[in-house]
Nanobody
């Protein structure tokens, strides 16, 4: 099973920024699509942003214009730059892999995620 590792979360004030990182074994992150997903308490896990292997991206409407997903193939890492953070962005953030442009159908196992807390 594919298992990615997330890092970079933390506590930040509203309006602040964080950058999350996602890595995995070998070139798994470089050759597959990678998505960032989040789950807030009492809510279902949702797609935040995804980048397909060909470079196309997709974002949740709630983060468009504030979050940017990018990939560094040399480092086998995918990043999520989060700016203008809001309290409603508070959640555990996970990354996972998907095939093609199936942003909503990740096929890896879920890791522990990284907690993002935005204070008002």
């Amino acid at each position: 099973q594919v298992h990615l590792v997330e890092s970079g979360g933390g506590l930040v004030q509203a309006g602040g920024s964080l950058r999350l990182s996602c890595g995995g074994p070998g070139r798994i992150v470089s050759i597959n699509g990678v998505g960032w997903y989040r789950q807030a308490p009492g809510k279902q896990r949702e797609l935040v942003a995804g980048i397909a292997s060909g470079g196309s991206t997709d974002y949740a409407d709630s983060v468009k214009g504030r979050f940017t997903i990018s990939r560094d193939n040399a480092k086998n890492t995918v990043y999520l730059q989060m700016n203008s953070l809001k309290p409603e962005d508070t959640a555990v953030y996970y990354c996972n892999v998907f095939a093609g442009t199936s942003y909503y159908l990740p096929f890896g196992s879920w890791g522990q995620g990284t907690q993002v807390t935005v204070s008002s």
